[in-house]
């Protein structure tokens, strides 16, 4: 297999998440652009963008070094390559897909912009795939907590009523009904005061 | 260009989303959100903690925020297009003045003894130039740390350095440091000094890791520091949610101003989805109480909240924050400064929104004649801030 050619563009990706950042830099790389750094920790940010010299610069919107890249964009003694955000003033949609998809992006000044605009979607694309990922492992992680949370419910009202179990989830679900509450947050409840009165085993 | 005009109104239904930044002058809102002015005012606000400025603008600039806890300059660098994409923006309300400080480190305060005849050579920076002036022309320039590039503390700093000679683009070296981490930028000798809002000043006395040189009162008088901020477009779809806002942040304000509420502002300010800190820290943020050292803070120095003379928004003010820009090459032209200040600084929503008489006061608008050259006329010193500050205007 041969490597597809280096694109002229290089990046350095600065990114606090471990894992989203292999998966941008394998894109990146992928598409035939070199990802001259990463960074999980971006402390002496300014330096490292000094010293690697990137056409451009990926950055979590998250992240608190935002601020030191804003400052780079003026032309100085220490500052021979300024960089500004990106951020086309003919075509903000691009822009705003990045700012929607947690990526922003700092280009040297006078870099094409039509392999900045590529590059970007490949990053925002890696970026919502991760977000998309991670919601919904938040929402297994919350329907496990809320079978649990049911469970230990249950086994309070079984022991209290001296019922079996479809009894106990048929009582659980009316009290949720007639309040109309979540099943999770009558069992929270049920438990709590449980636990108030000592007794939550 | 899209043809197709922004939709961004609010539903009733929708909670109305404001970013801040996690720092004493956040206050207002965090305020307005826990004691339940927002609420009043029939506003349901969910506050988003925002890691950088950069941040707040980009989601106020497309709509991820519905408005935000600004810097005092940001909506004019967002509606000249300075350092971001060109995007309307505008204040009705301002949140803070003051608060501002220049601190060395402990090792450049050492130095400076010997360039010195008296503390106050080493507070006006007098001790600082010679100190220049004598080193190695090879040597790493001094670092002096801002948070923001468009921001009062930059433009502060550099007056600052300027007043004594000091050239602060050749002279010393301007790195962003975020406000959390400037104390152990300071102690590990990555920067030299900073400026920046309380209470990273008294906690770097406090710790004894430098001194306080200077307060931003000293330098400009009393002047804005931070804002509501929103986008035009935003502000002209949403104007009641907007106007409510507004009135319940003046509440807000008055009762952070309030110093029997000191307690329980700063218990609850301490919190960790706010600034995540101990009381103990933020205690300077607010009171007449510092820790001791070489230097006493004036009184009009604290950061104030409440009364018309803070709150209502200023077009002088935009008019000098344009200056600023201007002298440190980041704005080169405006066709109508008096127009810009006027759409950005919008006067006449706050006192809508008080249900008050709107001033016709327009003596800040400055003068054909004048106009044209103000920009060079306050970045050559000609014309420079009322020592009192903004609100006595421009002294020539």
Redo the contacts between chains.
Sequence with gaps: MTEPPAKELTVMLVDNEPARAAIVEQAMTDSGYRVIRRLENAKNLTEAVNQYQPDMVIIDIESPDRDMLENMSRLSQDNPRPIVMFAEEDDSRHVEAAIRAGVSAYVVDGVNSGSVKALLQVAIARFREFQALRSELESVKSQLEDRKLIDKAKGLIMKHQQCDEPAAYKALRKLAMDRSQRMTDVARNIISVMELMGDSK | ??LIKENILLLPSDPVRIGFIPLIDCAPFVIAKEKGFFAHEGVDVVLSKE?????IR??VA?N?LDGAHMLASMPIAATL?I????KAMQTSFTVSHNGNGITIGNALYDELQHYSDSSADIRSGAALKKLIDSRDHQAVPLRFA?????SSHNYQLRDWLSRVGIDP??DV??????P??MLDALKSG?IDGYCVGEPWNSLAVEQGVGHMLVTGYEIWGSTPEKVFGVSSVWAEQNEPVHLAIIRALEKACAWVDESANQPELLSILSHPDYLNSTVEQLVYGFSAIKPKGQFDWPMEAYQRFSGSEINKPLPSYALWIMAQMHRW??LEEVPSLNDVAEQVYRKDLYYKALGLDMDDDDSWRLSSGIEPNWLEAVSSGDVRLHSEGILKGFNE
């Excluded at chain 2, 890691?51 to 941040?55: K, V």
Aim: proline share 6%; no cysteine; hydrophobic share 40%.
């Design positions: 260009m899209s890691a950088s400025w950069a941040s980009d989601k497309f991820v297009g350092g971001t994409i060109k801002i948070v923001y590039p468009y683009d050749k070296q301007i790195t962003v440091v975020p959390v981490k990555e090459q980041q």
